[in-house]
């Protein structure tokens, strides 16, 4: 039985709540006057009419580009949300305990690291699953391992335990007739050495996001072979990174819940149709990382997949059923339940 391990995790650095900012260095008015396709008269009106909303995301994650573009795009705007982005870093158990206590309105963050302390009853419910694909689990070259199978007896270099990358790896692997506890070693390593931990011959894997092992892939001279992602196998076409509102804002303005979820549908949506427009959008908040490799990083993602309604609730029940088996959630925990009472239908 494994546990997830709590961090101390702080919201840092709020990104200035300023108006629609230029898309792109020239053309942009041309550019977001279709996008948005609305007159002067019709913006004005929703612009009056705008909803304060504080919104957390870790700004580092490629696969929030989303987000991004519906700030700058006037997305949010055009659903009639004042929406303030607040960076965040750590743990995003920590973060559970800000929405619920109304420090951030609603935050973004993965399910896998949600599902213990939701289990704990946090006031917050997941209203949207946003996309699937941003976490893989890769061996390094020089091991000849090619296979998940090929892995029993063998170390995996995590930068956390309780890290959403161990927890659904663990499952993944589980799923394949190993068990994660006695016949694979995982090792903790931080981030910035993983690579090296492999290099030398300390760990014959790594499970991590991207961009993350992204980076670490491409500064690595011997190579790495990816083996899955959590988008791989009976996980195809399932989401990973959902939003959370507080159960005070959903009480009492739910309206405002479902204009936010109905921007990150369009946004990501959008994200989908215009990956060069989103690629420069995105490269304002991202770091180390270039043009064409956030492209190439928006090429493992499933934007177009977007878990709502009874879709959502079927998600969370399966991954309920998954951590529960492997001990993560408690042996008296009805998955079944447990989605109802964490999920919210608000589209």
Known sequence: MFHAKKKASTIIAQSPNQKRRTLLAAGSAALVAPLLGMGGYAWAQTARKRTPLSFAWN??????????????????EKNGLDVS???YSGSTDQ???????GKSDAAVGMIYRWLKPLEAGFDVKVVAGLHGGCMRLS?????????????????IGVPDLGAPSTHFFKVFIHKRGIDPEKEVTWRVYPRDLLGLAAEKGEIQAIADTDPLLYKIERDSKAGFTELATNASGEYHGRTCCVVGVGGKLLRENRP???????????????????????????????????FDELKELYATLNLHRHAIGADLRDEIVGYAKDFKEL????????PAKYADRVFEKVL
Do not use: M
């Open 59 to 76: 700004q580092t994650s490629f696969c929030l580009t989303p987000i991004a573009v519906a700030k700058e795009t006037g997305i949010f």
């Open 256 to 290: 405002t819940v479902a204009a936010l979820t109905r921007s990150l549908v369009e946004a990501y949506d959008w994200t989908a149709g215009h990956i060069d427009e989103s690629a420069r959008i995105f490269l304002k908040y991202a770091t180390n990382i270039t």
């Open 139 to 155: 061996a390094y070259k020089p091991t000849g391992i090619t296979r998940v199978e090929e892995l029993r007896g063998k170390t």
């Open 327 to 334: 001990g993560v959630l408690k042996a008296s925990t009805d």
């Open 85 to 87: 982005l607040v960076n």
């Open 95 to 101: 973060l559970l305990e800000a929405i619920a206590t």
